[in-house]
């Protein structure tokens, strides 16, 4: 309210001049009310955009303690008002009946949402909306004068200044003409600092005239900028200048909006792509807006629909030439990425609105794409006659009997929100869909829990992902799509599922994910499936380890030991040492009597292993020199360790996630000393019910994030208030008296007072 009304103070100049002392007044006033908000000022100096918004998400981390749950946000511009209420309900509820909930009238979702947010300090965020009406009808559930606050983002002028007396309204400016410059010539130049380097005056030309076009955006100067920093000759410079306002980019359908030439800055930086990065950009079309797309799982989307790739990334793993993929684009600004930390790989991607909105316009003139959305009852980007990919979004009443009626379509994916119900299929007829190539039907529910035996017609079948179907067993002509590359069949449920021996046919597959519980009368032959390089929840019930022997492109693999197998350390380790290429491996041993022999044989054996996690019952570590070299990660649990297990593991200097988990430490007194961990970034520490003391010395742990104890009863070490890299501390499981000694007057508080975010879940379970 004082922000708003600061910005009408200035009416006369004469009166800024006779009042200014007072204007510093308020400003102050108002940046200290914005401070207590927990709205603080981002300083970038000659940084990346994705330190940035790394920064960003520190600060917003660091004051949520402000509202009683953790910010609500969604999009509204894609859904009905019945849908926004109950998300807003699902995410402020800690009890809720989700089948409940979806059968409530508006009337009795209004009313119980009207109570919910009377008695709590709620924060929800809702963005990107587009009709002034749209917060009109959302609106009602909020009652007046109580603890819960709004923000409403819009890149529609007419929604953001409205005239009513409680509404606060930030305008995001745009940058100069000389901060764009400033910005493009970082990126676009950048030996620009070098002392050889001289920047042609006609490329200098150019670039300020293409500039004007990105309006303020610092999107499309980036964009532009990444676009031209990989051509080097004023041949190549003035090509692009000459075709921002060229037939290439303009027949693009953007609106007449003020906007439409940024839109052109952004569109050329994709006719600009060479065809296998083009087909690439627009797979990523399939997926909804601000969704993280899983980098591995894409890889395959692309190599199963047939996406080209250049000679150079011949005999490259299907991981490797998605990883190349997707550097290229992050490079030239068209995607934003994220890294694993413990693998550097990238680990997720999506799109920037406004490059995905050039995504979907691009889809829509290559007849790329089909996408339903259930929240629109409508089918977008191309009539289904004309795609050959159909994109299902969310929907549990889809009906495929209807609505896939092109017997050419190459993909059909179901994209779902994590709280909502799986597809319910009745009648889908694969007989006429024998194109098919990617086929993915992650929790569907298929009739009397059996797959269709007519998945045995789709011969063409490279993708298949039946992950948390629901399903009781599958028909033996899945034998017939031999040349499968990716075969998802996971999930967990008491129900058991049986699976054909028929996975040894299928000699291509490179992605194999079992599912966690399989019928006793399930046995699999795999020592046929020579070329994979992920294997998940391998059982040794179910199949011999000897099978993992031929294996020799491994690169992930789980293996979890059951029953009387005949599985020992020996045989073990004698499959995995041919992994030469092994980089993640997880062993879980169920058994009673544990594995038998050395433990530390096949770590020894398995020199690229950067990610460990142990289930086994293993009193004592191998020695230091037994561990891979660049190791980055271990979890351990039921390990039954005699001896402190940190003196070793902070020896190894390339660790930078540590997770200590139920049972694997017997001893009573844990110690971290003070040059140990030199790259520690994650430590967990999970139900060490024997542990009385954990010391931290001071110089321990430098780099330190994020600390998790669950269940760990003991006082906190006092080491902690040394560690001032330490950003988040998370809590579970734990006695109310535990979390009242780090509050603040609590005898403990000064162990963390410097941390930023301190959270706390389960206490209630725990009285």
């Given at each position: 309210?004082?922000?708003?009304?600061?910005?009408?103070?200035?009416?006369?100049?004469?009166?800024?001049?006779?009042?200014?002392?007072?204007?510093?007044?308020?400003?102050?006033?108002?940046?200290?009310?914005?401070?207590?908000?927990?709205?603080?000022?981002?300083?970038?100096?000659?940084?990346?955009?994705?330190?940035?918004?790394?920064?960003?998400?520190?600060?917003?981390?660091?004051?949520?303690?402000?509202?009683?749950?953790?910010?609500?946000?969604?999009?509204?511009?894609?859904f009905t008002r019945n849908y926004v209420w109950r998300?807003?309900?699902?995410?402020?509820?800690?009890?809720?009946?989700?089948?409940?909930?979806?059968?409530?009238?508006?009337?009795?979702?209004?009313?119980?949402?009207?109570?919910?947010?009377?008695?709590?300090?709620?924060?929800?965020?809702?963005?990107?909306?587009?009709?002034?009406?749209?917060?009109?009808?959302?609106?009602?559930?909020?009652?007046?004068?109580?603890?819960?606050?709004?923000?409403?983002?819009?890149?529609?002028?007419?929604?953001?200044?409205?005239?009513?007396?409680?509404?606060?309204?930030?305008?995001?400016?745009?940058?100069?003409?000389?901060?764009?410059?400033?910005?493009?010539?970082?990126?676009?130049?950048?030996?620009?600092?070098?002392?050889?380097?001289?920047?042609?005056?006609?490329?200098?030309?150019?670039?300020?005239?293409?500039?004007?076009?990105?309006?303020?955006?610092?999107?499309?100067?980036?964009?532009?900028?990444?676009?031209?920093?990989?051509?080097?000759?004023?041949?190549?410079?003035?090509?692009?200048?000459?075709?921002?306002?060229?037939?290439?980019?303009?027949?693009t359908s953007f609106n007449n909006e003020d906007s439409?030439?940024?839109?052109?800055?952004?569109?050329?930086?994709?006719?600009?792509?060479?065809?296998?990065?083009?087909?690439?950009?627009?797979?990523?079309?399939?997926?909804?807006?601000?969704?993280?797309?899983?980098?591995?799982?894409?890889?395959?989307?692309?190599?199963?629909?047939?996406?080209?790739?250049?000679?150079?990334?011949?005999?490259?793993?299907?991981?490797?030439?998605?990883?190349?993929?997707?550097?290229?684009?992050?490079?030239?600004?068209?995607?934003?990425?994220?890294?694993?930390?413990?693998?550097?790989?990238?680990?997720?991607?999506?799109?920037?609105?406004?490059?995905?909105?050039?995504?979907?316009?691009?889809?829509?003139?290559?007849?790329?794409?089909?996408?339903?959305?259930?929240?629109?009852?409508?089918?977008?980007?191309?009539?289904?006659?004309?795609?050959?990919?159909?994109?299902?979004?969310?929907?549990?009443?889809?009906?495929?009997?209807?609505?896939?009626?092109?017997?050419?379509?190459?993909?059909?994916?179901?994209?779902?929100?994590?709280?909502?119900?799986?597809?319910?299929?009745?009648?889908?007829?694969?007989?006429?869909?024998?194109?098919?190539?990617?086929?993915?039907?992650?929790?569907?529910?298929?009739?009397?829990?059996?797959?269709?035996?007519?998945?045995?017609?789709?011969?063409?079948?490279?993708?298949?992902?039946?992950?948390?179907?629901?399903?009781?067993?599958?028909?033996?002509?899945?034998?017939?799509?031999?040349?499968?590359?990716?075969?998802?069949?996971?999930?967990?449920?008491?129900?058991?599922?049986?699976?054909?021996?028929?996975?040894?046919?299928?000699?291509?597959?490179?992605?194999?994910?079992?599912?966690?519980?399989?019928?006793?009368?399930?046995?699999?032959?795999?020592?046929?499936?020579?070329?994979?390089?992920?294997?998940?929840?391998?059982?040794?019930?179910?199949?011999?380890?000897?099978?993992?022997?031929?294996?020799?492109?491994?690169?992930?693999?789980?293996?979890?030991?059951?029953?009387?197998?005949?599985?020992?350390?020996?045989?073990?380790?004698?499959?995995?040492?041919?992994?030469?290429?092994?980089?993640?491996?997880?062993?879980?041993?169920?058994?009673?009597?544990?594995?038998?022999?050395?433990?530390?044989?096949?770590?020894?054996?398995?020199?690229?292993?950067?990610?460990?996690?142990?289930?086994?019952?293993?009193?004592?570590?191998?020695?230091?020199?037994?561990?891979?070299?660049?190791?980055?990660?271990?979890?351990?649990?039921?390990?039954?360790?005699?001896?402190?297990?940190?003196?070793?593991?902070?020896?190894?200097?390339?660790?930078?996630?540590?997770?200590?988990?139920?049972?694997s430490f017997a001893g009573k007194r844990m110690v971290?000393?003070?040059?140990?961990?030199?790259?520690?970034?994650?430590?967990?520490?999970?139900?060490?019910?024997?542990?009385?003391?954990?010391?931290?010395?001071?110089?321990?742990?430098?780099?330190?994030?994020?600390?998790?104890?669950?269940?760990?009863?003991?006082?906190?070490?006092?080491?902690?208030?040394?560690?001032?890299?330490?950003?988040?501390?998370?809590?579970?499981?734990?006695?109310?008296?535990?979390?009242?000694?780090?509050?603040?007057?609590?005898?403990?508080?000064?162990?963390?007072?410097?941390?930023?975010?301190?959270?706390?879940?389960?206490?209630?379970?725990?009285?």
């Amino acid at each position: 309210m004082r922000m708003r009304r600061l910005a009408c103070i200035v009416v006369d100049r004469r009166e800024v001049a006779l009042d200014m002392g007072g204007i510093s007044k308020r400003i102050s006033k108002v940046t200290r009310d914005m401070q207590s908000f927990g709205v603080q000022q981002t300083i970038v100096y000659d940084r990346y955009t994705q330190f940035l918004h790394q920064r960003q998400r520190e600060i917003r981390k660091t004051f949520s303690s402000a509202f009683e749950s953790d910010p609500v946000g969604l999009e509204t511009n894609q859904f009905t008002r019945n849908y926004v209420w109950r998300t807003i309900l699902q995410r402020l509820s800690a009890k809720h009946d989700e089948h409940r909930d979806s059968e409530m009238t508006e009337d009795e979702l209004q009313d119980k949402l009207v109570r919910l947010l009377e008695t709590k300090k709620s924060l929800i965020v809702l963005d990107d909306v587009w009709k002034e009406e749209d917060w009109d009808r959302i609106k009602p559930v909020f009652p007046p004068k109580k603890g819960w606050k709004v923000l409403l983002t819009s890149r529609k002028e007419n929604i953001a200044f409205s005239p009513h007396p409680t509404y606060v309204t930030l305008k995001s400016e745009s940058i100069t003409l000389e901060e764009s410059w400033t910005l493009f010539q970082r990126i676009a130049f950048p030996r620009k600092d070098t002392t050889e380097f001289k920047i042609d005056e006609k490329m200098e030309d150019m670039g300020m005239q293409m500039i004007k076009h990105c309006g303020g955006l610092p999107l499309a100067v980036i964009v532009l900028g990444g676009l031209l920093a990989t051509q080097y000759t004023l041949r190549e410079w003035t090509r692009i200048y000459e075709n921002i306002g060229s037939q290439i980019v303009r027949r693009t359908s953007f609106n007449n909006e003020d906007s439409s030439s940024v839109y052109y800055v952004l569109s050329l930086s994709f006719e600009e792509l060479p065809i296998y990065l083009k087909h690439c950009f627009l797979y990523l079309a399939h997926f909804p807006e601000d969704r993280a797309i899983d980098v591995d799982k894409f890889s395959y989307y692309l190599v199963a629909d047939g996406i080209p790739n250049p000679s150079y990334y011949d005999g490259a793993t299907i991981r490797d030439i998605a990883e190349g993929y997707i550097e290229e684009l992050t490079k030239g600004n068209m995607v934003i990425s994220e890294r694993d930390i413990i693998t550097s790989r990238f680990q997720t991607c999506y799109l920037h609105d406004m490059m995905r909105e050039v995504c979907l316009l691009k889809a829509k003139e290559e007849n790329f794409l089909q996408i339903f959305n259930i929240a629109k009852c409508s089918a977008d980007i191309q009539s289904p006659y004309k795609s050959r990919r159909l994109v299902v979004h969310w929907s549990d009443t889809f009906h495929e009997e209807e609505e896939i009626n092109n017997p050419k379509l190459r993909s059909i994916l179901l994209v779902w929100e994590s709280s909502t119900e799986g597809w319910k299929l009745s009648g889908l007829c694969l007989t006429r869909l024998q194109m098919l190539r990617v086929l993915d039907l992650s929790r569907a529910k298929f009739h009397g829990e059996k797959l269709p035996s007519n998945i045995g017609k789709l011969i063409h079948l490279r993708y298949l992902s039946l992950y948390k179907a629901r399903l009781s067993h599958l028909p033996s002509s899945l034998r017939n799509p031999k040349f499968l590359l990716y075969l998802n069949l996971h999930k967990f449920s008491k129900s058991p599922i049986y699976v054909p021996n028929v996975l040894k046919d299928m000699r291509d597959l490179k992605y194999l994910s079992l599912p966690g519980r399989m019928h006793e009368k399930t046995k699999l032959e795999l020592s046929n499936l020579v070329k994979l390089e992920t294997l998940e929840y391998f059982s040794t019930v179910h199949s011999n380890v000897r099978d993992i022997h031929g294996m020799t492109r491994l690169e992930t693999l789980s293996i979890y030991v059951k029953g009387e197998s005949g599985c020992n350390m020996e045989i073990l380790s004698s499959s995995l040492r041919v992994s030469r290429y092994l980089k993640e491996l997880t062993i879980h041993d169920s058994r009673d009597s544990g594995l038998t022999g050395d433990a530390g044989e096949f770590v020894l054996d398995c020199i690229h292993l950067n990610k460990v996690n142990l289930s086994i019952y293993m009193p004592n570590l191998p020695d230091e020199q037994h561990f891979p070299s660049y190791l980055t990660s271990i979890t351990l649990s039921h390990c039954c360790l005699v001896e402190d297990p940190l003196p070793l593991l902070e020896k190894l200097l390339h660790l930078n996630d540590v997770s200590i988990g139920a049972l694997s430490f017997a001893g009573k007194r844990m110690v971290c000393s003070g040059s140990g961990f030199p790259k520690l970034q994650h430590l967990a520490l999970n139900q060490q019910l024997e542990l009385e003391e954990w010391i931290v010395e001071e110089g321990s742990m430098p780099h330190l994030h994020t600390l998790f104890i669950s269940q760990c009863e003991k006082k906190l070490p006092h080491g902690l208030r040394y560690i001032a890299s330490l950003k988040e501390l998370k809590i579970e499981m734990m006695k109310r008296e535990f979390k009242e000694k780090l509050e603040e007057r609590g005898e403990d508080y000064f162990k963390v007072q410097h941390i930023p975010q301190v959270k706390y879940a389960f206490l209630s379970f725990f009285n």
